[in-house]
């Protein structure tokens, strides 16, 4: 069988419009923009306003993914959207997304903290290399807002919100996800946590007074987790591509802090020119930080065919991830395997069967219950008719 690459062929993003100055911390908190630029790099956040949704922002930035791969929504095969901040734990993101922009296919979100978009995207490409699907949106977007304590310096300069899509597409060529590497190392879970509001700490009044439903952040826990672990799981996926670093064109790591980019960057030997910072006005964006520096990167014109891009992320739970992908359009399209071709298909008619089967079901249960209560009288009669047992 052929090799399936999956290539990126769409791209998009959204900040929301309002933006959180530094100065604006300084009159809310005991901070500085000194302190602030020289600590973290982060000189403005942008922060939704009424009517903007983790589902507003991931269709508008889905939007644009798919005009630029000139598709349709009916044309994608699945939707995966990375957040740790979603409108609702049920419904799911993922699904609200599908309904608002009009798709007609599965979806589901993923959570691995601020590392979730790589998580998503090195999920996305597994869809497509087994065959399974041809088109798949990959979103990563974050509403941290709500979750930010905005009392604690300690971590309100540090996050903002923002979404940021690509469309993933089937191809025959050599390019596109290359390889990826996935981690995770729970027993750091408590250095990155949101206490409440799970099933552990339900919300209630006690756990609201004890504001567990905010980030809670070790920063030099966090810091010194992710100066180590960029590197590693970098190195590891550009030698899983077959690449060596001096092959790496570009390296977009997660924007969180811009001390742990450049500590990173020295370890790999990079020099910053191939590294892409956007956090000076994006602030930690967590699992959308990643393709809103792709697609900034693009529009930038600092990407082009053939060029080897390095993505590395870290984030809660403790979790990372990188994945290297070699840029360029597919040159023709994939045809899709002849197993999987006539799936659309086949589950339209199952699902058809299924639905009859289904009426079929509710007709005879309707028809027994009003049988049976034109019986009972009958049962009842016969039941008084019954000559009295012997003693
Ligand atoms: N303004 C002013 N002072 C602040 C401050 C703020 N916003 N936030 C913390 N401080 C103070 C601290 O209270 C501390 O004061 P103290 O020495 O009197 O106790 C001092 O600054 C230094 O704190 P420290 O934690 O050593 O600072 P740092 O140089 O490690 O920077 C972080 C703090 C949070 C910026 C840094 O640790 C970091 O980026 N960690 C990783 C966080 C991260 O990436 N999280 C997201 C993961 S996806």
Redesign the pocket.
């Known amino acids: 069988m052929t090799e399936r690459y999956s290539q990126i062929t769409g791209w998009g993003k959204y900040a929301p419009p309002q933006v959180l100055t530094n100065a604006d ?1 300084e009159k809310m ?4 923009d000194e ?2 630029v020289t ?2 790099g982060i000189r403005e956040r942008h922060i939704v306003g009424p009517g903007e949704t983790n589902a507003t922002m991931s269709v508008a930035a889905a939007r644009q993914a798919l005009d630029v791969a000139g598709l349709a929504p009916k044309d994608v095969d699945l939707i995966v959207v990375a957040t740790s901040s979603p409108d609702h734990f049920l419904p799911s993101v993922a699904s609200q997304v599908q309904y608002q922009l009009g798709a007609e296919c599965p979806a589901f979100a993923i959570t691995a ?2 590392t979730g978009f790589v998580y998503a995207l090195a999920t996305a490409h597994q869809f497509i290399a087994t065959g399974a699907y041809q088109r798949v949106l990959v979103i990563g977007s974050e509403v941290i807002s709500p979750f930010v304590n905005w009392q604690d ?6 996050f903002g919100d923002g979404a940021g899509a690509v469309v993933l597409e089937a191809s025959v060529q050599p390019a596109g996800v290359l390889s990826f590497v996935l981690g995770s190392d729970g027993s750091g879970g408590e250095h ?1 946590i949101i206490r409440g509001g799970g099933s552990v700490y339900p919300p209630s009044h006690e756990m609201i007074e004890d504001k567990a439903m905010y980030i809670e ?1 070790n ?2 826990e ?2 010194k987790f ?1 100066t180590r672990i960029l590197g590693e799981a970098a190195l590891q996926a550009v030698e899983r591509a077959g690449l060596t670093l001096d092959d790496v064109d570009l390296l977009i790591p ?1 924007q ?2 811009l ?2 980019i450049e500590l990173a960057a020295r370890h790999l030997g990079l020099p910053m020119q191939k590294v892409v910072v956007n956090l000076d006005r994006y602030g ?1 964006t ?1 699992a959308a930080s990643i393709p809103i520096a792709l697609v900034e990167a693009l529009e930038e014109g600092r990407i082009r065919d053939g060029m080897n891009i390095c993505m590395v992320a ?3 739970g403790l979790t990372w991830a990188a994945a290297v992908v070699r840029w360029g359009q597919p040159a023709q399209p994939v045809e899709w395997p002849l197993v999987w071709r006539f799936a659309p298909a086949g589950q339209k008619l199952s699902m058809a069967a299924a639905r009859v089967r289904l009426h079929a079901r509710q007709l005879a249960d309707v028809a027994s219950y009003h049988a049976g209560s034109l019986l009972l009288p009958l049962y009842t009669f016969a039941g008084l008719r019954k000559p009295p047992r012997n003693k």
């Open positions: 911390l908190v005991d901070t500085s302190w602030i600590r973290t903290g601020c310096r300690d971590t309100c300069v540090l990155l952040m920063g030099r966090v810091f992710a997660h969180a802090n001390r742990i930690n967590s870290f984030g809660g």
